[in-house]
């Protein structure tokens, strides 16, 4: 009895390394339960820049998110001084700057982009010296929204991909059965693994439906290995490979959404340290960690690689594993740096036909949205919070889904203001401020 509870003791102290048996099989779990989300956007910034789908340049930004993801990790686990939760924090490109990033590139390139990655890491950096004091400006009904938000205006993009890529209507192929077929198996076995299997192969269902949807694809001839074969074994980042210019769209946008996700950082650290330890997160913890999210997000846009923030997915794997040890999720930063270093992984997953990479985006764009509605269920639903829900989503989504509308506006208010996030949480923050609650409510 005394020896199970000074081993439970143990699994809870974030300072103890277990046995290297165990240490790198969970270290590898936390990177599979990640591994999907983690590339997937540097996928769609790819191709909004216009980069061939597969083509080196692709390929590098692959690289780029899995070596800073896994730098950005070890920075919270290892600490860097103040910098860093010390935490099995894991950190990977967040979904949530996809709304920001598709315009900027599309509208003022690649060097605009990741100069407003690198200011708005720094930013973000600064915000963890304050975090405490700006917690109360999101509450579960803004931070639903902006959740809710950022599912709803990914949606479309898991269809497009889905059915081939391009939506143009009389392409040849485009909504094809093939497409659509390798879609459903990545969503048909994604699902299957989630329901009916346990512990590592549940974490990584959607991978795994991945790695279905691809190996189906191989002998239907809709994988090309060319580049993967002309790929190197190894290469170093490069610096400001993308160029760098400041743009003002770009700055404001990367800056306004580092707010949201530093918000995001801080439930994501008390999550680990109540459902791993048993305890409230420190306030050195809070801070070290959100300066961490800056610090990694600078440091990646620097080499081409896009904005970190901690993954809510892990907090759930510390949680169910019972396992509260930094050490463990160390041991999977440092799987994702040395991969990130290997171009040839990045060509392989280059070469993922986009129809596949549609079936995960749909499942996992879906589960955004259905956190977002998880977030808003702890909400008390009065005509008030019904009225910024729907003025902050009708705008929101409504000027995104027809950009023409604001087409006399400036440029760089024009970006911000059709991404389709941006409006909405500004919108939810500043009714949530200034709209009062009544007594009729």
Not at 172 to 179: E, S, V
Not at 214 to 243: E, N, Q, T
Not at 299 to 318: E, K, M, W
Request: glycine share 14%; proline share 5%; hydrophobic share 55%.
């Amino acid at each position: 009895m005394a020896e199970a509870l000074a081993n439970q003791a143990l699994l809870r102290d974030q300072n103890h390394l277990p046995p290297l048996r165990q240490a790198v099989p969970l270290g590898i779990q936390h990177v599979l339960a990640m591994f999907a989300s983690n590339i997937t956007p540097a996928i769609i910034v790819s191709l909004a820049a216009g980069f061939a789908f597969g083509s080196g340049e692709m390929v590098y930004m692959i690289q780029m998110v899995m070596v800073f993801a896994g730098v950005a990790t070890l920075i919270q686990t290892v600490g860097l001084g103040p910098v860093g939760a010390r935490l099995p924090v894991v950190q990977g490109t967040s979904f949530a700057f996809i709304p920001v990033m598709v315009p900027v590139v599309k509208s003022a390139g690649m060097a605009a982009l990741f100069g407003g990655i690198v200011i708005g890491g720094l930013f973000h950096f600064l915000l963890g010296t304050v975090i405490g004091r700006i917690r109360n400006l999101l509450p579960p009904l803004v931070t639903g929204i902006v959740v809710l938000t950022i599912g709803l205006a990914l949606i479309p993009v898991g269809i497009k991909y889905a059915a081939g890529g391009v939506p143009l209507i009389g392409k040849p192929g485009f909504g094809g059965l093939d497409h659509w077929g390798l879609a459903l198996v990545v969503i048909f076995v994604t699902l299957g693994l989630k329901f009916f299997a346990r512990g590592m192969v549940s974490a990584a269902a959607v991978l795994i439906g991945l790695v279905a949807g691809y190996l189906v694809a191989i002998p239907l001839g809709m994988v090309d290995f060319g580049r993967v074969a002309g790929a190197a074994w190894f290469s170093v980042p490069s610096p400001l490979h993308f160029g760098f210019e400041i743009n003002a769209a770009a700055i404001i946008g990367m800056c306004l959404m580092s707010v949201v996700s530093a918000i995001e950082t801080v439930g994501d650290i008390s999550g680990i340290t109540k459902g791993g330890a048993g305890r409230e997160a420190s306030d050195r913890e809070i801070a070290g960690g959100t300066m961490a999210d800056g610090l990694g997000t600078a440091l990646s846009g620097l080499f081409g690689g896009l904005p970190n923030t901690s993954f809510s997915q892990n907090v759930g794997l510390v949680s169910m594993t019972g396992v509260m040890s930094r050490h463990v999720v160390t041991i999977g930063a440092l799987f994702l740096v040395f991969a990130g270093l290997i171009p040839k992984v990045g060509a392989v997953i280059a070469a993922m036909p986009i129809a596949v990479l549609g079936g995960g985006v749909i499942v996992m764009f879906g589960m955004v949205v259905s956190a977002g509605i998880n977030m808003l269920s702890d909400v008390r639903w009065t005509r008030r919070n019904m009225v910024i829900l729907a003025i902050s989503l009708s705008v929101g989504l409504g000027l995104q889904a027809v950009p023409e509308s604001l087409q006399h506006l400036p440029a760089t208010l024009k970006i911000l203001l059709t991404s389709g996030l941006l409006p909405a949480a500004t919108l939810a923050v500043v009714l949530n401020l200034c709209l009062p609650e009544t007594a009729e409510d």
